[in-house]
Nanobody, 127 residues
């Protein structure tokens, strides 16, 4: 198994930036592809970004493309989500998730594609 702990959330004004981190422990981090999802009150959990185990392949939701960047540092067992030009509609609890690299994930992942989840970190964007 792999344990995931998110950090870096907070309150920011519209147009601002935040960098989320997700630290992984347990089995070999580089054996997992990683994703970020978010869930706003009353809404379903939605895909934000995905990165392959090597870091060479990334996918983004259309709503964040060009504003958010996912990256990973396998030496530090950490995946990041750099969020720029934040909007009030980005307000949500953000979760990181992991899936073993042998499992196929589409270019439009859904939550059940991932096996392990963190507890989430709140991001609030004020207008």
């Amino acid at each position: 198994q792999v344990q995931l702990v998110e950090s870096g959330g907070g309150l920011v004004q519209a147009g601002g930036s935040l960098r989320l981190s997700c630290a992984a422990s347990g089995r070999t981090f580089s054996s997992y592809a990683m994703g970020w999802f978010r869930q706003a009150p009353g809404k379903e959990r939605e895909f934000v970004a995905h990165i392959s185990s090597s870091g060479y392949i990334t996918y983004y939701a259309d709503s964040v493309k060009g504003r958010f960047t996912i990256s990973r540092d396998n030496a530090k067992n950490t995946v990041y989500l750099q969020m720029n030009s934040l909007k009030p509609e980005d307000t949500a609890v953000y979760y990181c998730a992991a899936v073993p690299l042998y499992k196929v994930v589409s270019t439009t992942p859904i939550a059940r594609d991932y096996d392990y989840w963190g507890q989430g970190t709140q991001v609030t964007v004020s207008s």
